[in-house]
């Protein structure tokens, strides 16, 4: 079955400070991988999947096959990145997402 | 206002009763999604539905049911077989290529 893990529950950087919020996963085909954002008193909402290779908001994630890792990484934080993310994986099969436990990240200024 | 709308917001049950949380979208998404979300645990899948009149278990069904009798609509039942079903409830929806997943506000049910 597949698995997400993000062994963080809380991660506390200053502003400008360099973020990796990590995630590993476990997953027997070829996984999709997706980071979810929640800020405060609003919806979760997707911040940046693998496929796209994109960067969002400052934020990149490179999928490491060898490593299964999906790390969340920005080279300066921002206050307003606070909030919690979420590593989510999505079979082939069943098409659901699978999420971790989620990290808080909290920037202090 | 396109979107995914959850009803009602704050839900109290009294212990033994049935409760139904409601899950509307106007988005013409064909799969639809409710998840459970504990302190410390994320989000764990409870049942989904990838087409009208059909819908599958997820990772924690035991004591809800669902219905998709409309592409709009997954209403979720906690039924008094559920053991804890104190907890903070997400549906989303996404198209049937999966490429983005849309979430509701959330529904809090306490049961007391």
């Known amino acids: 079955a597949q698995r997400v893990t993000q062994p963080e529950k809380l991660l506390s950087v200053f502003k400008g400070a360099p973020v990796e919020l990590k995630c590993n996963y476990s997953y027997s085909g070829s996984p999709e991988l997706f980071w979810y954002v929640q800020y405060s008193r609003q919806r979760l909402q997707l911040l940046l999947r693998h496929i796209s290779r994109e960067s969002i908001k400052g934020f990149t994630a490179d999928l490491n096959k060898g490593e299964t890792s999906f790390h969340l990484k920005k080279p300066f934080a921002q206050e307003e990145d606070s909030a919690m993310y979420y590593c989510?994986?999505?079979?082939?099969?069943?098409?659901?997402?699978?999420f971790g436990s989620g990290t808080r990240l909290q920037v202090q200024p | 206002d396109g979107g995914i709308t959850q009803s009602p917001k704050y839900l109290f049950r009294k212990e033994g009763q049935n409760v139904t949380l409601s899950c509307e979208q106007n988005l013409n998404h064909d799969a639809m999604y409710w998840y459970r979300q504990d302190p410390g645990q994320g989000l764990r899948l409870i049942y989904y539905s990838q087409i009208v009149n059909d819908f599958q278990k997820g990772d924690i069904a035991e004591g809800y049911s669902v219905s998709r009798e409309k592409k709009e609509s997954f209403p979720l039942t906690v039924t008094s077989a559920q053991k804890n079903p104190t907890a903070f409830y997400l549906c989303?929806?996404?198209?049937?290529?999966?490429?983005?997943?849309?979430f509701g506000q959330g529904t809090r049910l306490t049961v007391v």
């Open positions: 989303a929806s996404s198209t049937t290529m999966n490429t983005e997943a849309f």
């Open positions: 989510a994986l999505r079979d082939t099969g069943r098409r659901a997402l699978t």
